[in-house]
């Protein structure tokens, strides 16, 4: 069974950082692309973040370009997202997501919360 | 950037209805369209993906269809359990994105 566990949220003062944790289990993690899917309190989903294979290519959001970084460690089984020069806006429940051989995201963890404020 | 758009944003309807659902996109996504389902405090789930392909374990209930850049969600007699917020999604290119939601409300 794939399970995507997201850990690392908090309260967290603007201009502050923050490391998200994303733990997979139940595939072969090192096979697929995963990426950050976030939303904020009431609204729609936003696409944050994705890392290829190898961890090789990245894209970003232009909303989060220049202030979090996505990683990878394969012998882990797991995904990172560090966030930088947090604002507000970036309030949301972070959701790790797995990519499936089409492209589409097939699994979603269960979100972590970041509150930017002060 | 791409574009989508969903229409419409909420809708009431009763259990048995047929609900449709749709989806436009700014320009042609190559058939990388894909819908989820998410209820209140939950993460989303994964429904269709390549614009009308189940996805695993999804009830056949639910059917998408449409290509090029208008696209729809259906689902052929609405249960309780479906009372949720739709989404669709582009993958075709970067940066992802996705619609602003269809909130599906018991009529």
């Known amino acids: 069974e794939v399970q995507l566990v997201e850990s690392g949220g908090d309260l967290v003062q603007p201009g502050g950082s923050l490391r998200l944790s994303c733990a997979a289990s139940g595939f072969t993690f090192s096979s697929y692309a995963m990426s950050w899917v976030r939303q904020a309190p009431g609204k729609g989903l936003e696409w944050v973040s994705i890392i290829g294979t190898g961890g090789g290519s990245t894209y970003y959001a232009d909303s989060v370009k220049g202030r979090f970084t996505i990683s990878r460690d394969d012998s882990q089984n797991a995904l990172y997202l560090q966030l930088n020069s947090l604002r507000a806006e970036d309030t949301a429940v972070y959701y790790c997501?797995?990519?499936?051989?089409?492209?589409?995201?097939?699994?979603w963890g269960q979100g972590t919360l970041v509150t930017v404020s002060s | 950037d791409i574009q989508m758009t969903q229409s419409p944003s909420s809708l009431s309807a009763s259990v048995g209805d047929r609900v449709t659902i749709t989806c436009r996109a700014s320009q042609g996504i190559n058939n990388y369209l894909a819908w989820f389902q998410q209820k209140p405090g939950k993460a989303p789930k994964s429904l269709i993906y390549a614009a009308s392909s189940l996805q695993s374990g999804v009830p056949s209930k639910f059917s998408g269809s449409g290509s090029g850049t208008d696209f729809t969600l259906t689902i052929s007699s609405l249960q309780p359990e479906d009372f949720a917020t739709y989404y669709c999604q582009q993958y075709n290119s970067f940066p992802l994105t996705f619609g602003g939601g269809t909130k599906v409300e018991i009529k």
């Open positions: 997501a797995k990519r499936a051989s089409h492209g589409q995201f097939d699994y």
